[in-house]
């Protein structure tokens, strides 16, 4: 026989040993809330997003749980270890039709503690100067809505059959919101905005009749629905990640 007894319900959900990334940012990744009641699939899928977050090191220690009282309610201890976040990368390249050049790269997926990803790229030479920064919150203003802006400035002169020298310069925003009351499933809705300048070799004339183009303007407008249940990232053991996008440039 098997009598039911009262559920335990979450009585506090503690984070230990994180000195640099702010508590919020790891609350945001558990599914577990005080109050309700305790699932062990809840505490497994809140355990697999913080790991997911890349901050600490791996593999992360399996959280405690403890009474809270006599009424059988349970404390959750998360345990975490902060890890050495972001990367610089430099170095020289050479490449056909754009030259001998260098490129330098700054990449940080945690600025401040908080979350949010700061990017800068810059690859230059005498055929090549490409510049592109950009910066993601996961959490704007502490919602569920997450945000991207990114800028570029591109000059590139083509030596392999003289085609001559291109310009783009422009921006680009990502908004994405939470689709279905699920924690793994979002909607991308995003906007860029280029203007290029395209100056064909005189040598090619022909060429340069057809694609020359004068401070001309390129507007697109996207959307994607993407559901990501993967695990153990950035080198996945399991869970899928599926994306339809859809996008129109004119």
């Known amino acids: 026989m098997i009598t039911e007894g009262q559920p335990a319900i979450v009585n506090h959900v503690e984070i230990r040993v ?12 558990i599914v577990l809330i005080p ?11 809140s355990y697999q ?11 992360l220690p399996f959280p405690d749980t403890r009474p809270a009282n006599e009424q059988g309610d349970i404390d959750v201890v998360f345990h975490v270890s902060e890890k050495r976040t972001g990367n610089v990368n430099f170095g020289a390249s050479v490449g056909q039709g754009t030259g001998v050049g260098g490129f330098l790269g700054l990449d940080e997926p945690n600025l401040f503690g908080q979350g949010k990803r700061g990017r800068f790229q810059w690859q230059f030479g005498k055929n ?7 910066f993601t919150d996961p959490a704007i203003r502490e919602s569920r809505i997450s945000g991207t802006i990114s800028v570029h ?18 921006g680009s925003l990502q908004l994405g919101f939470p689709v279905f009351g699920d924690n793994y499933s979002r909607l991308f809705l995003s906007y860029s905005l280029d203007q290029q300048t395209f ?9 340069a009749n057809v694609f020359s183009c004068n401070d001309c303007v390129r507007s697109s407008v996207g959307a994607s629905l993407l559901r990501d249940t993967r695990i153990d990232l950035p080198f996945a053991t399991a869970g899928t990640m599926v994306q339809f996008g859809v996008s129109h440039s004119g």
């Open 49 to 59: 997003r913080i790991s997911n977050l890349g901050f600490f090191n791996q593999p």
């Open 153 to 170: 400035n591109t000059r590139v002169r083509y030596q392999i059959a003289n085609l001559g020298r291109l310009r783009r310069r422009g």
């Open 199 to 207: 100056t064909g070799s005189r040598t090619n004339q022909p060429f």
């Open 35 to 45: 109050g309700d009641v305790f699932r062990q699939d809840a505490l497994l899928a």
């Open 128 to 134: 090549i100067n490409d510049f592109d920064v950009s």
């Open 18 to 29: 994180n000195d640099v990334t702010d508590e919020r940012v790891i609350l945001e990744a």
